[in-house]
């Protein structure tokens, strides 16, 4: 079954609002979880890493202001994008690291659409 | 700045044909994931090579990893249709509390009849 649980799988706002995004990690603890974007037809890219209990780190070009990240305990690590904008629509991903070498455990993934 | 390229970006191929995915990263890593994305879902893991010289293998698909050249391939062996998908590599870093992963370009197979 699922190991990391993304909500909501589809959400479509109006421009200027805000949207949430939950990533909850599932029978363990992630003190890390990685947000990631994908736009149509081309590759993830990752977006910030979260950290239980402290700020989140941005990778160059995301605007923190505008992704906000709270990981506020070791199950839950939640995205919102606030006054989105059409160009934010995109596909958002979450996830998990893995014990030792396993894969990361991603999230189901969340369609967002501004219209 | 790590990068991460696959090559081809498209390949159409037909059933029961082989092929080869490639791809090449820039900086040394000693770990790399094979996943697979179908259309509007999320990414399931196919394959995890931690080592030079390491090759796996599950039903048609069959992974390699040479740290030294820095290449790994996903090789298709008498292709189906089902195995039509979108095919990314990804490398590990390691950042201090967790390995961060940064994605090839994807490859998109499309198998035909």
């Known amino acids: 079954g699922a190991v990391v649980s993304q909500h909501p799988s589809r959400v479509i706002c109006k421009s200027g609002t805000s949207v949430k995004i939950e990533c909850r990690s599932l029978?363990?603890?992630?003190?890390?979880m990685f947000w990631y974007r994908q736009f149509p037809k081309q590759s993830l890219m990752l977006m910030a890493t979260?950290?239980?209990?402290?700020?989140?780190?941005?990778e160059q070009g995301v605007e923190k202001d505008k992704f906000l990240i709270n990981h506020a305990s070791l199950t839950l690590s939640t995205l919102t994008v606030t006054s989105a904008h059409p160009e934010d629509s995109s596909f958002y991903i979450c996830?998990?690291?893995?014990?030792?070498?396993?894969?990361?455990?991603f999230g189901n993934g969340t369609r967002l659409t501004v219209t | 700045e790590l990068k991460v390229e696959q090559n081809p970006l498209f390949l159409s191929m037909q059933e029961g044909k082989n092929y080869t995915i490639y791809c090449n990263y820039s900086?040394?890593?000693?770990?790399l994931y094979w996943y697979r994305q179908d259309p509007g879902k999320s990414l399931e893991s196919l394959f995890v090579?931690?080592?030079?010289?390491a090759v796996k293998q599950e039903g048609r698909l069959m992974a390699s990893l040479d740290t030294k050249a820095r290449l790994s391939t996903l090789h298709i062996t008498a292709a189906v249709h089902d195995l039509s998908a979108t095919y990314f590599c990804?490398?590990?870093?390691?950042?201090?509390?967790?390995?961060?992963?940064?994605f090839g370009t994807g490859t998109r197979l499309q198998v035909t009849l």
């Open positions: 029978d363990f603890q992630a003190t890390t």
């Open positions: 900086t040394t890593s000693d770990r």
């Open positions: 996830s998990a690291p893995g014990y030792g070498n396993s894969p990361l455990h």
């Open positions: 990804a490398v590990a870093q390691y950042t201090g509390t967790a390995s961060k992963l940064t």
């Open positions: 979260s950290n239980e209990g402290s700020k989140a780190t941005y």
């Open positions: 090579l931690l080592s030079n010289g």
